[in-house]
């Protein structure tokens, strides 16, 4: 087949047709000029080229995909982590984890299907899966028919943009032959799935955008919702689905700066009903879907789990079995209450030890008793919960209590601890009371030194009364309980707040940690909790009483507790792991990760892509900024190079294929937590998606007779010239022979030996296993 | 057909019917009513300028410099950068994480004020007059410099074509900021960034007020002049170069616009680019790398942060780090074993023992600082083998495995699958020295030595060990982990040393070793061949120095009382406290009238050009009372250049201080008088000036109002 030359001057849209669009300009000139004539010419292979070519790349798919898909038997990398979740699932106990629910909840899905009771759980990369009894290759294959959707749609992506049977093909034939894909695409993992969700999003948003000379219509609105959902989806299965949602409402809104234009006639009536329905399908859609699959999640996992520590007492209180529930009593005046330390789990501790006279800075101090944080619940931990009105009845109550009368229950209600109350704490040891005044504390100088008061020293009394504050208590009559209420102190007199940290004092304060007053109350870091009553125990029928009382909490608290906990603690994953790897390295491909090893047999799984493959992409990403700043720089002096047909879908579909790469790709450079190599997956698919565009605005001419209208529809011609096809071929070829030469070490299937693996080590920074 | 980027079809409608040959993507409209870059002012300095220049001058200096002697105490960061002046005039070396120009001109102003450099600056609250140090006249620097910004501000807004009144406006907005006050009268870094900033900007604003003459002699004066300036800006802080994406992004939007001009050949286009090149590139990064080597070159002897350094680096000091030893390494060598990366120290044990609950007891492995006989090992073969010595020493080749017995103790060095002291890591495992006499060891005592790198110079040092040369790495192929430098400080009971475990899969950055110092006790020749430590050259110890402040700027995570993250700044929620004593005291806060009306003028921008986009989209004029362009190109070049100072302050984790922001809020403050200029262009002139007059006098009674804590 060779070029038909007079195809390639003609100027765009001299036709009397006024607004034709760029595509039905594709389709349109084509069908005008090469005609009836062309067409009879073309072979019935040729014509279903697509559907053939649609049908090549699945079968190739699934053949990469399954090869040996219970190989092998044993728990691989981060399947540690999501089988675990999966099992939890199915137990419906509590978990938490930083990433949003919907492909955990699929996995677990896939597990129920087919009835795997979630009795295992994952604990060790290597564990072995048949001596346990996982039906892991089902689960495998389940999690796989995601990845092997994901070249078809490729596929269906380039042919709806508009590219040619020849480079859609090649898109999909590259991302088929990826290594990384492939080796992340038959594991117990969510790239796959969120990857899936990301191109059906992509994929809707064409479909939308080719409707737009058919506004508000029912092809219309099926891909605007269809695309929302979507969009909904990928970002329930990790929070990166954010950077799909900025693409497509970047997208949206160079289109409505399109439609707002007033050259195009639009009234802005019309312009606030596109802009409605957008925001609708596009914002409101997706929130909603995201908060349904928390519901689901919540819902799911009723009974207590591992999760359980990272919440609040009240929500912890909400699940089944909450050990917490189990030992939440309310405070009384008198009781005897070790206070421990939220964030750092230490207790408030005194002895008789006092402060040095001067620290090494030269400081001086009060030479009080100490105050300080123990690790270890001793003696020394207990302090005398007292109140500051009623002091005599106090007493009294007290000294009953003490003689072991019975005391009744509404009696004991009276001394029930409120939020605001103002209390004095009595160091059960000591006998002395708790003390902050106005001397610098040991280490910050900026705080105020605790110590302790004797009871008969009335001068300093006013230094000894502190308001307790109950955190996120809405009135004074919230009562304090042990375990579940987070509370403050915060001194009567001085307003400063009892705090601690984890610096440890020296020699002379017993390695205990410093605590002191901190001039901010509102600090998180000064709630403290009360762990326990000494002597109190549960009795039986408390228990009932609390299961039937457990407070109630709505939905939208849970969803807002659970998100913001997933923000920080996604934004705290700073621990080094040692195949984290920096933003910049991954398009170079310096470094993999070590997946899973077996010693005896010398073989493993390493997360590499594709080398060449993605060296290729990042050349076909430089041509294509390279040239885009050339036509563009060209154009600002009228001069076209491509031909405005070319020039149009460069601009459009090779910009958008480009933004989609850059926005899956540089906000990771300003990501404080650790980050992987796999984070990068997203990025390469549009990479190499730039690579079959690249291919197409080079070696595709005259585009009019390639260009499909569908991915299902018929093609007009399949191979320009034979130098395009031998290009296409030795892309493919390059690409396959690649990723079957690094096949064994995305498959973990066969054994290697030193030499082997040598060969495979391209970069000093592939630390492959048994290199010796 | 994907998306975007560009509209299409309507232009297609419209400019087949206007013109031929036009390109598809171009949007016409906001093209021609929009500029994207700054405004071509033409602006010289009349007589009357010249006058009010000088009048704000004089009132700025006195304004910066009343009762500058006040408080008579070191105040605040004078701690640092007073101690840092006294190191440049004794020559001694220190290290901190700001680059040198700025420290250097305190250290100028000290000498001229006839400061010996004695005086440590140890804390906040020493007293000056008593110690005798002419603390006024190193602060007059920062005063002068102050005062200097602006009659700067008056020029800036002069060049960017407005008229006398606002240049004034602007000009005493500048001149009353209380931040901006209490700043410029003490020995601080922000002061000369702030000026260098400040003189950056006016004379980039003068380059455009050229723009009609290229190449002319005063066109390249004031392109030179804004990189020299710039150069300097970021030799004061590192904050100095967030200058460069903004006047960066302005000249690509230049070049660019020019692309389309017909009249500029390619080979002029050219030349446009090069010059820029050359002035906002070339010049800075040459100003910069002078200010180093002077900084270099007046700390010429060693000093007590030179440990900080490669021993590479220490060498080119005076009374630095001087190590000659034997170059080859043999079989019976003892050897200090240094770690290439991290300067902590070298390899180290002695006659104590493990005491963390997870691991094995047995002799601790540490890293220690200074050079004694516990860090003495002594190459031995691996277990179970041996070789042969009596043909003479024999060299020990790169990937054989061998065992390394600490001289002093006489214990090897083992690793066993023990966790190390701090951390609970499954990939790290425990180092100890193990043994004990009539006990042969076993294979956890071995370790494979294998050299990364020789040195290209030395023949044979990536082949076999060579002290100093070769940089390797200690591989235990039991456990298959490499000898770690953790950086992290063992407890007391380890005497404070730093941490070494063996780690898995540890990438070779704090893994790389090599040897300082070698010695074959039974040397049958006198003549062996020395290694020495190659002293760098000028630009890998700037290199070397700019990695480290890199370093420390990332790990600066204090929790000071009055750190302020940069959400909170641009509304001034609180300042810093300086400095406090006897009733008066400095707290540094800003004028809240200006901080607060600035910002709004600010977002105000954001949104006139977002309502100006959506009405041209639907060609509705607005020509803003004649000043569109002015305001837009102006205004919208100096929140640019706020953004830049701005916004990537929030993707900082370090420590900030909301003396920070001091840049951004001179650009704001631009910002804010071209704003008014443009509210009160269509308002008779009486009413405009009365305007004016009320706004200066608002500012200048809250000035007065916190000039007490000031």
């Given at each position: 087949m060779s070029v038909d030359e007079p195809q390639l001057k003609r100027r765009p849209g001299k036709d009397t047709v006024g607004a034709l669009s760029p595509d039905k300009q594709l389709h349109q000139d084509s069908s005008n000029s090469v005609g009836a004539g062309s067409r009879a010419g073309v072979s019935e292979l040729v014509r279903n080229s697509s559907s053939y070519a649609f049908m090549a790349v699945v079968v190739l798919s699934f053949i990469t995909r399954y090869y040996r898909i219970w190989d092998p038997a044993q728990v691989v990398f981060d399947e540690v982590h999501f089988g675990k979740f999966a099992s939890y699932y199915l137990r419906r106990e509590y978990y938490f984890d930083v990433h949003p629910p919907l492909a955990k909840m699929l996995i677990a899905l896939g597990g129920w299907l087919i009835g795997y009771d979630g009795h295992f759980l994952f604990e060790k990369i290597g564990m072995d899966y048949m001596s346990n009894g996982v039906p892991y290759m089902m689960l495998r294959g389940w999690v796989a028919l995601f990845g092997l959707a994901l070249p078809p749609l490729v596929y269906m992506v380039m042919a709806e943009s508009g590219y040619s049977v020849i480079a859609s093909l090649l898109a999909a034939l590259l991302v088929t032959f990826d290594n990384a894909l492939v080796a992340q695409g038959r594991l117990i993992l969510l790239d796959n799935i969120m990857i899936f969700f990301m191109l059906a999003s992509v994929y809707s948003y064409v479909k939308f955008f080719k409707q737009r000379y058919h506004p508000f219509g029912v092809q219309w609105w099926t891909w605007l919702l269809s695309t929302g959902v979507m969009l909904g989806c990928v970002v329930s299965c990790k929070l990166v689905g954010l950077f799909t949602i900025a693409l497509v409402g970047v997208a949206v809104i160079f289109d409505l700066r399109r439609i707002l234009d007033i050259r195009r006639g639009n009234t802005m009536l019309e312009f606030w009903q596109h802009f409605v329905s957008r925001a609708f399908a596009l914002i409101a859609v997706p929130v909603v879907l995201y908060l349904s699959f928390f519901a689901i999640h919540l819902a799911i996992l009723t009974r207590t789990g591992p999760g359980d520590a990272y919440h609040t007492s009240q929500f912890q209180m909400q699940l089944i079995d909450s050990p917490l529930a189990k030992s939440s009593f309310d405070v009384h005046y008198g009781d005897q209450i070790a206070i421990r330390h939220r964030e750092t789990g230490v207790f408030v501790d005194s002895n008789p030890g006092r402060y040095p006279l001067r620290y090494e800075d030269q400081r001086v101090s009060s030479q009080g008793q100490q105050v300080t944080g123990a690790k270890d619940k001793t003696d020394n931990s207990f302090w005398i919960i007292k109140p500051m009105v009623d002091q005599e009845a106090f007493a009294q109550f007290v000294a009953r209590r003490q003689a072991g009368e019975e005391i009744s229950k509404d009696e004991l209600n009276k001394w029930v601890v409120h939020h605001t109350d103002l209390v004095q704490l009595q160091h059960a040891a000591t006998g002395s009371n708790m003390r902050t005044h106005d001397v610098a504390s040991p280490m910050t100088s900026t705080n105020m030194e605790f110590t302790t008061l004797a009871l008969n020293d009335t001068a300093h009394a006013a230094d000894t009364v502190w308001k307790l504050e109950i955190d996120g208590a809405k009135s004074n009559s919230t009562l304090l309980k042990t375990s579940s209420s987070f509370i403050r102190l915060v001194n009567n007199k001085h307003g400063v707040a009892m705090w601690t940290h984890p610096k440890k004092l020296p020699e002379w304060g017993h390695g205990h940690q410093e605590i002191n007053g901190k001039k901010d109350p509102t600090a998180k870091s000064t709630l403290w909790a009360i762990t326990e009553i000494r002597g109190r125990q549960i009795t039986a029928e408390e228990v009932e009483e609390m299961a039937k009382k457990q407070s109630g909490m709505s939905f939208l608290e849970k969803f807002v507790e659970l998100q913001g906990l997933m923000i920080k603690h996604n934004n705290a994953l700073t621990t080094v792991h040692p195949f984290q790897s920096t933003p910049l390295s991954w398009p170079f491909l310096t470094r993999g990760i070590s997946f899973w090893t077996d010693a005896a047999q010398r073989k493993q799984i390493y997360l590499l892509g594709n080398p060449i493959g993605w060296w290729v992409s990042n050349l076909a990403l430089l041509a294509f900024f390279a040239g885009l700043v050339m036509l563009e720089a060209y154009g600002m002096r009228d001069i076209d190079l491509v031909g405005s047909i070319v020039r149009r879908h460069i601009l459009r579909s090779g910009g958008f294929i480009a933004f989609a790469w850059f926005i899956h790709y540089f906000p990771f450079f300003m990501m404080g937590r650790s980050l992987f190599l796999h984070h990068y997956l997203p990025a390469s698919i549009f990479a190499y998606m730039m690579v079959a565009a690249c291919f197409q605005f080079i070696f595709v001419h005259p585009y009019q007779l390639f260009t499909?209208?569908?991915?299902?529809s018929r093609a007009r011609a399949l191979l320009p010239s034979y130098s395009t096809g031998l290009v296409f071929a030795v892309l493919v070829a390059i690409q396959v022979a690649t990723f079957v030469f690094f096949a064994p070490i995305s498959y973990g299937t066969s054994t290697l030996t030193a030499e082997q693996v040598n060969s495979r080590r391209w970069l000093p920074g592939y630390d492959l296993h048994f290199q010796k | 057909m994907t998306t975007e980027m560009a509209d299409t079809t309507a232009e297609g409608k419209a400019q087949q019917q206007q013109?031929?040959?036009?390109?598809?993507?171009?949007?016409?409209s906001s093209k021609a009513i929009v500029p994207t870059s700054f405004f071509h002012a033409k602006w010289t300095c009349t007589s009357t300028d010249a006058v009010l220049l000088a009048g704000v001058l004089l009132v700025a200096v006195i304004v910066r410099c009343w009762r500058l002697s006040v408080p008579n105490q070191v105040v605040f960061d004078e701690v640092h950068f007073g101690k840092f002046a006294g190191k440049y005039i004794n020559g001694t070396y220190f290290y901190d994480l700001h680059p040198p120009l700025a420290k250097m001109m305190f250290a100028a102003a000290g000498r001229l004020a006839g400061?010996?450099?004695?005086?440590?600056?140890?804390?906040?609250?020493?007293?000056y007059a008593a110690a005798g140090v002419p603390y006024v006249g190193m602060r007059v620097l920062p005063a002068v410099l102050g005062a200097l910004t602006v009659p700067a501000t008056f020029a800036a807004a002069r060049a960017c074509g407005y008229g006398i009144d606002t240049a004034l406006l602007a000009s005493l907005l500048v001149c009353f900021e209380n931040g901006l006050v209490t700043q410029s009268r003490l020995i601080l870094l922000d002061s000369p960034l702030v000026f260098f900033t400040v003189l950056t900007l006016t004379a980039w604003s003068m380059f455009w007020t050229k723009q009609g003459r290229p190449f002319t002699g005063e066109w390249w004066l004031w392109l030179l002049a804004t990189g020299v300036m710039m150069g300097c800006a970021a030799s004061s802080k590192w904050v100095g170069l967030f200058l460069f994406p903004a006047i960066g992004l302005s000249t690509v939007g230049d070049l660019w616009d020019k692309i389309a001009d017909r009249s500029i050949s390619p080979t002029r286009w050219l030349a446009h680019f090069m010059a820029r090149a050359v002035g906002l590139l070339a010049v800075p990064f040459a100003v910069y790398v002078f200010w180093f080597q002077v900084h270099f070159m007046l700390l010429h002897t060693t000093g007590?942060?030179?440990?900080?350094?490669t021993p590479e680096f220490q060498?080119?000091?005076?009374?630095g780090l001087n190590v000659s030893t034997d170059r080859d390494v043999f079989y019976g060598s003892e050897i200090r074993i240094r770690s290439s990366n991290a300067n902590s120290g070298y390899l180290h044990s002695h006659t104590h023992n493990w005491q963390h609950d997870k691991g094995s007891g047995q002799q601790q492995i540490t890293i220690y600082g200074h050079a004694d006989e516990n860090n003495l090992w002594i190459v031995e073969p691996a277990f179970n083998t041996t070789v042969?010595?009596?043909?003479?020493p024999v060299k020990v080749p790169t990937g054989t495995k061998l065992r390394l017995r600490h001289k002093t103790t006489g214990k090897f060095l083992h690793s066993h699958d023990k966790r190390p002291a701090l951390t609970s890591d499954d990939q790290k495992f425990e180092l100890s020295g193990y043994g004990f006499p009539g006990f042969a060891g076993d294979t956890n005592d071995d370790f494979k030595l294998e050299i990364l790198s020789g040195d290209k110079n030395q023949v044979g040092s990536s082949d076999h060990v060579q002290a100093i040369y070769s940089r390797f790495r200690l591989f235990h192929p039991n456990l298959q982990c490499s000898v770690y430098n953790s950086r992290k400080k063992l407890p007391k009971w380890a005497f404070g040393q730093i941490e070494a475990n063996c780690m898995r899969n540890c990438l070779p950055r704090m893994s790389t070793w090599h040897v300082e110092y070698a010695h074959y006790p039974n040397a049958t020749t006198e003549e062996v061949a020395k290694a020495q430590y190659r002293p760098l050259s000028m630009w890998a110890k700037i290199w070397e120095y700019n990695l480290l402040m890199a370093e420390s700027n990332e790990s600066l995570t204090g929790d000071h009382p009055f750190a302020a993250r940069p959400q909170h700044w641009a509304w001034l929620r609180r300042g810093t406290a300086y400095w406090g004593g006897r009733g008066h005291f400095v707290y540094q806060l800003g004028n809240p009238l200006i901080w607060w009306t600035s910002l709004a003028a600010v977002v105000l921008f954001g949104l006139v050009r977002v309502v100006l986009f959506l009405l041209d989209k639907r060609q509705i004029a607005a020509s803003m009372g004649g000043q569109r362009r002015v305001y837009l190109s102006s205004a919208g070049f100096f929140v640019l250049a706020w953004a830049c100072h701005y916004v990537p302050f929030f993707l900082m984790g370090r420590e900030l201080f909301i003396h920070h922001y001091f840049p951004a809020l001179w650009m704001a403050i631009l910002v804010l008088a071209f704003t008014l200029d443009m509210l009160t262009a269509r308002l008779p002139h009486v009413v405009r000036l009365s305007v004016y007059v009320v706004v200066a006098a608002a500012v200048l009674h809250v000035f007065h109002t916190f000039s007490y804590i000031t």
């Open positions: 499909l209208r569908s991915w299902s | 013109k031929q040959k036009q390109l598809p993507s171009k949007d016409i400061y010996d450099g004695v005086f440590d600056f140890k804390s906040i609250g020493l007293d007590e942060a030179t440990s900080m350094m060498t080119t000091l005076r009374g042969d010595s009596s043909q003479g």
